[in-house]
C-alpha cells in the first residue's frame, strides 16, 4: 500500500485533536466544543474515504501499514481493515461526532477534560478496530478502559464512583485474562514458527492443537463475553449505563459493546475455530438466555435507562447467536446487528437524555401523555422505538431476520427460542412507550417540557437516516461485507472438515 | 400496464410523505382529499392492471402470472429477498379490494373525521395502512409479504390507539400488535422452514422464498418434501394468520381494536388487513394441500371460531362489539372454506365480506356520528326515520351478510358451506356447525339493525334535536358499497344454475395446478347442492323471523324463553356477556405470571442477588485477602526478622527432609 497512510490519519486524528484542545483556554466553552466537533467530524468524513475505496471483491487485509516496531519480540505497527471492520470503524466515526453534539448543552464543567477524553476514547477505539498486531490491539483495548471509566467517574449520576470502578475491574479482569491466552498463543507460535510474532496474520496460519485452543478460547472469552455483555457477565452494564452522562452512556452502547463481538469474530472464531465450534452449544445456550432474560428483565425495570441497557443485553444475545451459527447469513446478520445495535440503542440512549436534560429524571413513572407536548420527540421516538423491535423496512429486522435464518439452518430449536425474543422486545418497548408517551398529560412539571431544538434535531439525523437506509437498502453494506464474511466461514469449515476427516 | 404496478403501492406512499411532512401546515380540506385522492389514483392504476391481465390470459392463459422486479433487498449467501410484485387474479383481486373499498373508506373519513384536531396524523396512517397492505399482497415472495403484515399490524397499533390519550385505546393498540407479534413468531419460523427445506433442496433452483419458484417445484416434484415437513410450515403459517386474522387463538385483539375511530374499523379490521391470514393461506395453498392434515386444523378452528365468536355477538349492546365479534365469525367462514380446499370460495367471501362488513361499519359509524359517539343500541333504536340512506344501506348489508339471496353474502357463505358439506377435505359436521353458525348471524344481524333503527327511540331528548341524516361524503360512499354489497355475488353464481362462475374462472389460473392432485370436481349430486341451498335460506329466514319477534313484534316472546331458561338462561347470559372470560383467562395464565417472574425471579432474585452476590462476592474476598496480608505490614523490623527465621528454617528442613 503506497500513498496515505490513512488508517493511521483517522485512527491518530482525534489524539492530535485531544492534544490541540489543551493548548486552548479552559474557560472558553464553546470553542473547546467547536474544536472537538471539528475534529470528530473530519475522522468522519476521512474514514469515508475508506469506504469508497474498499474493494469489496478483495478478501484480503486492505490499507496495510507495516512498520517494524520490536522487532526482537516480533511486534509491528501492523494496520489493516476487512469489510467488516471497516463498517465497524464507520459506526464509530460517525457516533463520535454525535456524542460531541449531544454534550453540548448538557456538559458545563470541566469541558475541557471532558471533550479531551472523548477523543481519546475515539483514538483507541478505531485502534482496536484497525490493529493487525496483538500487542497493538490490546494496548487499543485497555486504552479504551480508561477514558470510559473517567467519563462515568467524572460526568457520571449519584452512583457514579462505584459504577466507574465496577466498570473498570470487571472488564479489567476479563482482559488480563486475555494478556495471559496471548502470551500463550504467541508461544506456541513460537515453538511452531521458531520465531515471536504478535503478527495476527501470521497467527491465524498456526495449527493449534484442539485441546490447546479451547484453554485459549477460554481465555479470550472473558475477557469479550464481559466486553459484549453475555449473559451473566452482564451486571456491570446496567450500573454504568444509568450512571454514564448520555455521550458515555451512547458510545458505550454503540461502540464498546461491539468490541467484545468483534473480538470474537476476529480472533477467537480466527485463532481457535475448531474450540469455536465446539463451544457452539455453550455460547448458544448463553445467548439465547440472554436474549430472553435481557427482553424479561427489561419488560420490568422503573428506569428508562435500564431498561435500554437490559435490552442491549437481549440484542447482543442476538449478535452472538448469529455468529455463532457460523454460516453466511448468520454472521452477516450478526455484523448488521452490531451496527443496528449501535444506531438503535445510540439513538435510544440520545432521545432518554433529552428528557433527561429537561426533567432530571428517568423513572418511567414520572412521564406519561408527552406525545401531545412533545410531537417532533414522539415521531422519532417511534421511529426508533420500531427499529429496536425490529420492525421491517427499518434496520433492526435485517439484522435479526438474517442471525433467524442462519441459526435456523443449524439448529431449529435455537432459532425457535431465539424468536420469541420478538414477541417480548414488542413487549417491553411498546409497554414503555406507552407509559411514557401515551395517556393524558398528568404530572405537572411535564407540562413545561419543551420540545426537541434544531441541535437536538441535528444530533438525530444520521442515526434516523441510517436506520431507514440499512433497513430499506442494507445491499450497501452487506455487500462490502459479505465476502470477508465468506472468507471466516470458509476458514471455520475447512478446519472442520479436516477434523472430521482426521477422525 | 402490468410493468407499472409499483405505481399502485406508490401512490399511497407520496401521500404518506406529503401528509406527514407537511400536513400541519396544510388547511384540513385537502388533507384528507389528498389521501383519498393517492388511493384512487392507485385503484385506477389497479382497474387497468385487471384489464391488462385479463388480456393477457385470454391470449394465453399461461401466462397469468408476471413478476416485477425492483430491487434486491436482503442478499447473503443463498438467501435473497427481493422487492418485487407479483400480479395474478389472486393478487389483483385483493389489489382491486384494498384500493377500491380503501378509496371509499378515505372518502367517507373526510366526513367523520371532520372535528379532529389530528387530521393529517390519521390520514398519513391511513395511507400508510394502504401502502402497506398492497406490499402484503403484492409481494412475491415471502419476506416481503412480511413487510406487509407487519406493517399493516403498525398501521393497525397506530391507528387503534389513535385516541393515545385515552388510555383504554392505547392500551387496545399495544394489545394488537402484541397479539400479532406472537402470531408473527410462528410466521417467520414458517417461512424460515420454508427457506431451509428448500436451500438444501439439491435440484430446487429457484429462490427459496419466491411464491412461484417453490410452488412450482412442489407441483413438478410432488414427493421431494415429506409431508411432515409441510405440516409444520402450514401450521406455522396458519398459526400466523389466526393471529392477523383473528382467530381462536389469537382473536383476542379484535374485539378490543373498536377503540379506534370507525372507518378504521371498517377498513383495517373489516374489510382488508384481517383477510390477510386467509389470502396468505390461499397464497399458498399449494403446501396446505401437501398437508391434509393442517388442512382439517383451518377448517375445525375456522368453524369453531365462526360459531364461538357469534355466540358473544349474541348478547353484546355496543354496536361495533357485535360487528367486531361478527367479523371474527365471518372470518372464521373464510378459514373454513380454505380448510376444506375451497380457496376460491374462500376469497370470493373476503370479497363480500369486505363489501358488506366495511358498510356495516360505516353505517355504524354514521349512526355513532350522529349520536355524538354514542355506541350502546340500548340507547338508541327508531333511528330510521332520522337517517333514511343510514338506514337502507344498513339494511342491505344486514340482508348480504344474513345469507338471504340474491344478496352477495348468500353466494359467498353458500358456496363455503357446500364445500364444507362436499369437498374430499370437508365433512357433515363442518357444515352443520356453519349452517348454526350462520343462523345466528342472522339473528344477532337482525337484531342489531331492529334495536338501532326500528322500535321507539330511545336517544335522549337533548342528543335527538340535533339528529340528522349524515353528509353525502359519508353516505356516498355507503350508497356504492350498498350497491356492491347488493349484486357483489353475482359474480360467483354457483355451478348448478349453469351460468358462467365470473369469479372462479378468472381466479382458475392460480389454483388449478396445486388443486388438481387433490381435488376433483365436487361429488355432491345437483339435488344435494339445491336441498342445502334451500335450508340456508330457511335457516336465514329463520334467524330474521326470530329477531323481528324478539326486538320489534312480540318482545313478550323473549321474556318468555327467558323465564322458561331461568338460571341457565342466567348463566349462559353472563358467559356470553363477559365474552368467555377469555381474556381474564389469559391474563391470569400468561401476563400475570410472566410479569412477576420477570421481576421477582429474574431481576431482583437472579440479578440482584445471584449475580451480583457473586460478582461482590469476588471483590470482597479480594478486599478480605488484602486486609489479611495487610496485617502482616507491621511495620516492626523484630516481626519480619521473624518471618525471614521461620522461613529459613522451613526451606532448610524441606531440603534436609527431602
Redo the contacts between chains.
Keep these: 500500500m503506497t500513498g496515505l497512510p490513512i488508517l493511521t490519519i483517522i485512527t491518530f486524528l482525534p489524539l492530535v485533536g485531544a492534544l490541540f484542545l489543551l493548548i486552548l483556554p479552559s474557560h472558553k466553552g464553546d470553542l473547546l466544543r467547536q474544536a472537538a466537533l471539528t475534529f470528530a467530524t473530519l475522522t468522519f468524513l476521512i474514514s469515508l474515504s475508506l469506504f469508497f475505496g474498499y474493494d469489496a471483491t478483495n478478501t484480503d487485509m486492505q490499507f496495510r501499514e507495516f512498520i517494524p516496531w520490536i522487532t526482537a519480540f516480533g511486534i509491528n505497527y501492523h494496520l489493516g481493515i476487512d469489510g467488516i471492520s471497516l463498517l465497524l470503524i464507520l459506526l464509530t466515526t460517525v457516533t463520535m461526532p454525535v456524542a460531541i453534539l449531544s454534550s453540548w448543552t448538557a456538559i458545563t464543567e470541566r469541558i475541557k477534560a471532558y471533550m479531551f477524553v472523548l477523543l481519546l476514547l475515539e483514538t483507541a477505539m478505531i485502534g482496536v478496530f484497525v490493529s493487525l498486531d496483538l500487542v497493538l490491539f490490546y494496548f487499543f483495548w485497555e486504552a479504551m478502559l480508561i477514558p470510559m471509566a473517567f467519563l462515568i467517574g467524572i460526568w457520571g449520576g449519584e452512583n457514579k464512583i462505584y459504577a466507574a470502578y465496577?466498570f473498570f475491574?470487571?472488564t479489567m479482569a476479563g482482559s488480563v485474562l486475555m494478556l495471559v491466552a496471548i502470551i500463550a498463543m504467541v508461544y506456541y507460535g513460537y515453538t511452531q514458527l521458531g520465531k515471536v510474532t504478535f503478527d495476527v496474520l501470521e497467527l491465524y496460519a498456526l495449527d493449534i492443537p484442539v485441546n490447546w485452543q479451547r484453554w485459549l478460547f477460554l481465555g479470550f472469552f472473558f475477557a469479550f463475553a464481559i466486553k459484549v455483555p453475555m449473559f451473566?457477565f452482564?451486571?456491570?452494564l446496567p450500573d454504568a449505563h444509568v450512571q454514564a452522562p448520555t455521550a458515555g452512556s451512547v458510545i458505550l452502547a454503540g461502540i464498546m459493546l461491539k468490541m467484545g463481538t468483534y473480538g470474537f469474530l476476529r480472533f477467537s472464531l480466527g485463532f481457535f475455530p475448531d474450540a469455536a465450534v465446539s463451544a457452539i452449544p455453550y455460547i448458544a445456550t448463553l445467548s439465547i438466555i440472554g436474549i430472553i432474560?435481557g427482553a424479561?428483565?427489561a419488560?420490568?425495570?422503573p428506569d428508562l435507562k435500564k431498561l435500554v441497557a437490559y435490552s442491549s443485553v437481549s440484542h447482543l444475545g442476538f449478535v452472538m447467536l448469529g455468529m455463532f451459527a457460523l454460516?453466511?447469513?448468520g454472521i452477516?446478520?450478526s455484523v448488521m446487528q452490531m451496527l443496528n445495535h449501535g444506531v438503535s440503542t445510540g439513538a435510544l440512549f440520545l432521545l432518554v437524555g433529552i428528557i433527561y436534560e429537561r426533567r432530571h429524571t428517568r423513572m418511567i413513572s414520572e412521564f406519561g401523555?408527552l406525545?401531545?407536548q412533545i410531537p417532533i420527540f414522539a415521531v422519532i421516538f417511534m421511529i426508533v422505538t420500531?427499529s429496536s423491535i425490529g420492525?421491517?423496512?427499518l434496520n433492526g429486522?435485517?439484522g435479526e431476520?438474517?442471525i433467524?435464518?442462519?441459526v435456523?439452518?443449524e439448529h431449529?430449536g435455537y432459532?425457535?427460542f431465539a424468536?420469541?425474543g420478538?414477541?417480548l422486545s414488542?413487549?417491553y418497548m411498546?409497554?414503555m412507550f406507552?407509559r411514557v408517551?401515551?395517556?393524558?398529560l398528568e404530572n405537572p412539571a411535564n407540562k413545561l417540557l419543551k420540545d426537541i431544538n434544531f441541535r437536538e434535531i441535528i444530533v438525530l439525523t444520521p442515526f434516523i437516516i441510517l436506520i431507514f437506509w440499512m433497513g430499506?437498502?442494507?445491499?450497501t453494506f452487506?455487500d462490502k461485507m459479505?465476502p470477508s464474511?465468506?472468507k471466516i466461514v470458509e476458514r471455520v469449515e475447512s478446519r472442520v472438515d479436516y477434523w472430521s476427516q482426521a477422525k | 400496464m402490468i410493468n407499472l404496478v409499483w405505481l399502485v403501492p406508490l401512490f399511497p406512499l407520496i401521500g404518506v410523505f406529503i401528509n406527514g411532512f407537511w400536513g400541519r401546515k396544510l388547511p384540513r380540506s385537502v388533507i384528507g382529499g389528498l389521501a383519498s385522492a393517492m388511493v384512487g389514483l392507485s385503484f385506477i392504476v389497479a382497474v387497468l392492471i385487471f384489464f391488462d391481465l385479463l388480456r393477457q390470459i385470454q391470449a394465453d392463459h399461461h401466462h397469468f402470472y408476471h413478476e416485477v422486479h425492483l430491487f434486491t433487498w436482503i442478499s447473503a449467501g443463498a438467501f435473497e429477498a427481493n422487492i418485487a410484485f407479483l400480479v395474478d387474479p389472486l393478487s389483483t383481486l385483493m389489489m382491486l379490494v384494498v384500493t377500491g373499498v380503501g378509496f371509499l373508506i378515505h372518502v367517507y373519513s373526510i366526513g367523520y373525521m371532520d372535528d379532529e384536531p389530528s387530521l393529517a396524523r390519521y390520514f398519513t396512517y391511513l395511507n400508510l395502512f394502504t401502502f402497506a397492505m398492497l406490499l402484503l399482497v403484492l409481494g412475491n415472495n415471502f419476506l416481503l409479504m412480511f413487510v406487509g403484515w407487519e406493517g399493516v399490524g403498525l398501521c393497525s397499533y397506530l391507528l387503534i390507539g389513535f385516541w393515545f390519550e385515552k388510555q383504554s385505546a392505547s392500551d387496545a393498540g399495544k394489545k394488537a400488535f402484541i397479539v400479532n407479534r406472537i402470531g408473527d413468531f410462528a410466521f417467520i419460523l414458517g417461512v424460515m422452514l420454508t427457506f431451509s427445506t428448500f436451500v438444501n433442496l439439491g435440484d430446487f433452483e429457484g429462490n427459496a422464498l419466491n411464491f412461484y419458484d417453490l410452488f412450482q417445484y412442489v407441483i413438478e416434484h410432488p414427493t421431494a418434501i415429506p409431508t411432515w415437513t409441510f405440516s409444520l410450515i402450514c401450521l406455522l403459517l396458519f398459526l400466523g394468520a389466526t393471529g392477523k386474522s383473528a382467530q381462536i387463538p389469537l382473536y383476542v385483539w379484535l374485539p378490543d381494536a373498536m377503540e379506534g375511530p370507525t372507518p378504521v374499523s371498517a377498513l383495517i379490521h373489516a374489510a382488508t388487513m384481517v383477510t390477510a391470514g386467509i389470502y396468505m393461506v390461499a397464497r399458498c395453498h399449494v403446501f396446505f394441500l401437501n398437508a391434509p392434515d393442517v388442512l382439517a386444523v383451518v377448517a375445525v378452528i375456522g368453524v369453531v371460531t365462526a360459531i364461538f365468536s357469534a355466540t358473544i355477538a349474541l348478547v353484546q349492546t355496543d354496536i361495533k362489539k357485535v360487528l367486531a365479534y361478527s367479523t371474527v365469525s365471518q372470518l372464521g367462514y373464510m378459514f373454513l372454506g380454505c380448510g376444506v380446499g375451497a380457496f376460491t370460495a374462500g376469497i370470493f367471501h373476503v370479497m363480500t365480506h369486505a363489501f358488506f362488513k366495511a358498510l356495516l361499519f360505516m353505517g355504524a359509524g354514521s349512526v355513532i356520528h350522529a349520536l355524538h359517539h354514542e355506541q350502546d343500541i340500548r340507547n338508541m333504536g327508531g333511528l330510521k326515520d332520522y337517517m333514511p340512506k343510514t338506514r337502507w344501506t344498513f339494511l342491505i348489508a344486514t340482508i348480504a351478510i344474513a345469507g338471504i339471496p340474491p344478496l352477495s353474502g348468500f353466494f359467498s357463505k353458500d358456496e363455503i358451506l357446500w364445500y364444507a358439506f362436499s369437498s374430499e377435505f370437508g365433512h357433515w359436521g363442518l357444515w352443520l356447525i356453519g349452517a348454526i353458525a350462520a343462523f345466528m348471524t342472522s339473528f344477532y344481524m337482525f337484531r342489531l339493525y331492529f334495536l338501532t333503527f326500528h322500535g321507539e327511540c330511545r336517544v335522549d331528548h337533548h342528543t335527538k334535536a340535533h339528529l340528522h341524516e349524515s353528509p353525502s361524503v359519508m353516505t356516498v360512499p355507503l350508497i356504492i358499497l350498498a350497491f356492491l354489497a347488493a349484486v357483489g355475488g353475482f359474480v360467483g353464481i354457483p355451478h348448478v344454475f349453469h351460468v358462467p362462475n365470473l369469479l372462479h374462472d378468472f381466479l382458475h389460473p392460480v389454483f388449478a395446478e396445486g388443486t388438481e392432485r387433490f381435488m376433483h370436481e365436487s361429488h355432491g349430486a345437483a339435488s344435494t347442492e339445491f336441498l342445502l341451498m334451500a335450508i340456508s335460506v330457511l335457516i336465514a329466514l329463520a334467524g330474521l323471523f326470530l329477531a323481528w319477534n324478539f326486538y320489534l313484534k312480540n318482545p313478550k316472546w323473549k321474556e318468555k324463553y327467558e323465564s322458561a331458561l331461568d338460571g341457565l338462561y342466567t348463566v349462559a347470559y353472563r358467559t356470553l356477556w363477559n365474552k368467555y372470560y377469555v381474556d381474564e383467562l389469559y391474563d391470569l395464565v400468561v401476563v400475570k405470571p410472566v410479569r412477576w417472574t420477570s421481576e421477582r425471579v429474574l431481576w431482583k432474585f437472579g440479578d440482584g442477588v445471584v449475580i451480583e452476590g457473586i460478582v461482590n462476592g469476588v471483590a470482597k474476598v479480594t478486599v478480605f485477602t488484602g486486609q489479611m496480608f495487610r496485617l502482616a505490614q507491621t511495620g516492626y523490623i523484630q516481626n519480619y526478622a521473624v518471618s525471614i527465621v521461620i522461613g529459613l528454617i522451613i526451606v532448610f528442613s524441606y531440603f534436609m527432609l527431602k
Design positions: 465496577k475491574l470487571y451473566p452482564h451486571t456491570w432474560y424479561l428483565v419488560m420490568v425495570q454460516n453466511v447469513q452477516s446478520g401523555g406525545t401531545k420500531l420492525l421491517p423496512g429486522f435485517v431476520f438474517l433467524l435464518v442462519g435456523f439452518q431449529a432459532a425457535a424468536a420469541s420478538v414477541i414488542a413487549v411498546l409497554w406507552q408517551m401515551f395517556g393524558k430499506i437498502y442494507p445491499k452487506l459479505e464474511v465468506q
